[in-house]
């Protein structure tokens, strides 16, 4: 099974929607909205803590 490394973003803010590539080895806690620069964030509990 090969995992799905891109998703489309729709922004709150202003509604657009984006393709971005998610990385494998490791959880993305924001992403800019390429329209507004809104900074998206995952919901509680979608996205671990990281490790430090």
């Known amino acids: ?3 799905v490394t891109s998703a489309n973003l729709t922004c709150p803010v202003c509604g657009v929607v984006q393709k971005a590539e998610m990385p494998l080895n490791a959880c ?8 507004c620069k809104s900074v998206l964030k995952p ?7 990281p490790i430090l």
């Open 1 to 3: 099974m090969t995992p």
């Open 28 to 35: 993305q806690h924001f992403y800019v909205c390429t329209s």
């Open 43 to 49: 919901k509680e509990g979608d996205c671990p803590a």
